[in-house]
């Protein structure tokens, strides 16, 4: 198996732009995360899914943040507009939800995001 | 109370050394606790992981110890090498919930 695909692996934007980040999670999985690391603020969880709908959004920043999942394979965070405190990496994680037993988070290699 | 406070932020070991990483927790609603490791320019890869039903979780080299009443958990790393030199989150979750609080990462860096 591939794993957790991102992409990109590096976006360099200017304040004001839009930014879409890509996911693609491991195939059965049913269970998608987006988080952002920092060095201040570390590992910060912003929303997940669980078949393809959102059941937790409270730790998207502000309305400038969306994330949707069209399907089982495929999910975008967007950021619109970036702004210079966005830069961070972002994560995506995807799980098989196993019933309350501990969640096994299997993550992708990331997206750096700078905004100049 | 959804905190989780991990230390020390960095710390350095010589080969063949045990390295220990300290968690601590205030929510009693936590059961499952898992360690991540996270090397360079990758996402955080699940180590290992425990629940509060055991006090003591040994894989290979790696441990964690857990002290229920003291609301306390650590990973400790028998043997240290040089490849285990990464940065190691601990997190925990609620019974039943999907949701990690991971603690601030300890940036581990094991000399040859």
């Known amino acids: 198996d591939a794993g957790v695909i991102q992409s990109p692996r590096h976006e360099v934007t200017e304040m004001g732009q839009e930014v879409t980040l890509r996911c693609k999670p491991i195939?059965?999985?049913?269970?998608l995360f987006w988080y952002r690391q920092t060095m201040m603020r570390g590992l910060e969880l912003l929303i997940y899914?669980?078949?393809?709908?959102?059941?937790?959004d409270s730790g998207m920043p502000e309305d400038r943040f969306s994330a949707k999942m069209p399907n089982a394979s495929f999910s975008t965070l967007k950021i619109q507009p970036s702004e210079p405190r966005d830069s961070a990496v972002y994560f995506c994680?995807?799980?098989?939800?196993?019933?309350?037993?501990?969640?096994?988070?299997?993550f992708g290699s990331g997206t750096q995001l700078s905004v100049l | 109370q959804q905190q989780v406070k991990q230390s020390p932020q960095s710390l350095i070991v010589q080969k063949g050394g045990i390295s220990i990483i300290n968690c601590a927790y205030e929510?009693?609603?936590?059961?499952?606790f898992p360690w991540y490791q996270q090397f360079p320019g990758k996402g955080p890869a699940l180590l290992i992981a425990?629940?509060?039903?055991?006090s003591e979780k040994k894989e290979g080299r790696f441990t964690i110890s857990f002290n229920k009443s003291a609301k306390q958990f650590s990973l400790h790393i028998m043997d240290s090498q040089p490849g285990d030199s990464a940065t190691y989150f601990c997190?925990?979750?609620?019974?039943?919930?999907?949701?990690?609080?991971f603690g601030q990462g300890t940036r581990l860096t094991i000399n040859p």
């Open positions: 425990i629940r509060p039903d055991v």
């Open positions: 899914f669980n078949n393809n709908v959102p059941i937790d």
């Open positions: 994680a995807s799980s098989l939800r196993a019933g309350g037993l501990g969640e096994k988070l299997f």
């Open positions: 195939s059965g999985h049913n269970s």
């Open positions: 929510n009693t609603a936590f059961d499952y």
């Open positions: 997190a925990a979750s609620m019974q039943g919930a999907q949701k990690l609080v």
